[in-house]
């Protein structure tokens, strides 16, 4: 589907910010609906910049998925922090995520002086408030008052779907008059080899513990599809650091690696609506996110 002919309505880009493990991700696919953006307990699991479609009769809503701004230590660091930071350049509105459960500190300071810089609205966004009691969300609050002066608050979680509507609610009054960026049918900008690519990333992730997880790269090889059975065919080649750790993902007698693909295969079944086979290969590459040519094949930060 096109966009159709020019129709003004309220519409804008709204970056979703915040230190890595705030609930960004989560709280993006709870209010769009759907799976456009992978999750985990892993912090700095977003490496990439998405942008997802909130169309509602009167307005358009952008969600500017990022990654967590932090501290870089390694050249893939400094490539997600980058696409972050480009991120606050080319929106309307920030929303600035604070994790209710976890204390406001140095890291949300560090993240609310670049929000700053930007001088654009921000909306104080409160996460997980289903997991924090009343007292605990009020307290962080009062912290969060101290490092940023926002437009608009809201306090909500998206693992439950409390408050999500006051988020869109927050956000419309501060976006300007314009046409509708994208397609009312459209969810997300995110290529379909790209999410794939992720749903592999995400089950390694969800599985695996301890240095493997932030050394792990997933690439897309192929795609294959058989239009009689309806059927795809995807060859996938998940990247390490260490023999270790190609050890570890592989599991004994692969069985670590099946699950990854067990899980994975699920998710793209309903990704691309058909049956799927997932082939999956583990290599590795030696201090690969220190490499910013492997970086940028893998299409993290502004590789794409």
């Given at each position: 589907?096109?966009v ?6 309220t519409?804008g880009?709204v970056?979703?910010v915040?230190r890595p ?8 696919n709870?209010?769009?609906g759907?799976?456009?953006?992978i999750?985990?307990?892993t912090p700095q699991?977003t490496r990439?910049?998405l ?7 009167d307005?358009?809503?952008v ?12 050249a893939?660091?400094?490539?997600v ?15 600035l ?5 976890a204390?406001?500190g ?10 700053a810089?930007g001088?654009?609205?921000?909306v104080?966004v409160l996460?997980?408030?289903d997991?924090a009691?009343q007292?605990?969300v009020?307290s962080?609050l009062a ?6 002066t926002p437009a ?7 693992r439950?779907?409390f ?5 869109l609610?927050?956000?419309v ?6 046409p ?5 049918d459209?969810?997300?900008?995110q ?5 794939l690519?992720e749903?592999?990333r ?5 599985a695996?513990?301890?240095e493997?997880p932030h050394?792990v790269g997933v690439?897309?090889d192929?795609?294959e599809?058989?239009a ?5 065919t995807?060859?996938a080649t998940i990247y390490v650091?260490?023999?270790?750790q ?5 599991g004994?007698g692969?069985e670590m690696?099946r699950t990854?693909g067990?899980?994975a295969?699920?998710?793209?079944e ?15 590459k030696?201090?690969?996110r ?8 893998f299409?993290y930060?502004?590789?794409?």
């Amino acid at each position: 589907m096109s966009v159709s002919a020019y129709e003004e309505v309220t519409s804008g880009f709204v970056a979703v910010v915040g230190r890595p493990n705030a609930g960004k991700s989560t709280l993006v696919n709870a209010i769009v609906g759907a799976k456009v953006a992978i999750t985990s307990d892993t912090p700095q699991t977003t490496r990439h910049r998405l942008r997802a479609v909130i169309d509602r009769e009167d307005a358009q809503v952008v969600l500017v998925d990022t990654p967590g701004l932090h501290k870089a230590v390694d050249a893939l660091g400094e490539q997600v922090n980058r696409s972050s930071l480009l991120a606050l350049a080319d929106v309307d509105v920030v929303a600035l995520c604070i994790d209710s459960t976890a204390p406001v500190g140095s890291g949300d300071r560090w993240v609310a002086e670049r929000v700053a810089r930007g001088n654009r609205p921000v909306v104080l966004v409160l996460t997980k408030a289903d997991a924090a009691s009343q007292s605990r969300v009020e307290s962080q609050l009062a912290r969060a008052r101290e490092i940023v002066t926002p437009a608009a608050e809201v306090v909500l979680s998206a693992r439950t779907g409390f408050n999500l509507e006051a988020l869109l609610e927050a956000v419309v009054p501060l976006l300007p008059r314009g046409p509708r960026f994208f397609p009312r049918d459209m969810k997300t900008d995110q290529p379909v080899e790209v999410m794939l690519a992720e749903l592999v990333r995400e089950k390694v992730l969800r599985a695996t513990r301890d240095e493997v997880p932030h050394a792990v790269g997933v690439q897309l090889d192929d795609i294959e599809y058989d239009a009689r059975r309806d059927f795809h065919t995807i060859f996938a080649t998940i990247y390490v650091e260490r023999e270790s750790q190609k050890g570890i993902i592989i599991g004994r007698g692969g069985e670590m690696i099946r699950t990854v693909g067990t899980r994975a295969r699920a998710d793209m079944e309903r990704l691309m609506g058909t049956g799927v086979h997932l082939d999956l290969r583990v290599k590795v590459k030696k201090d690969w996110r220190r490499d910013a040519s492997q970086i940028k094949r893998f299409g993290y930060g502004e590789g794409l």
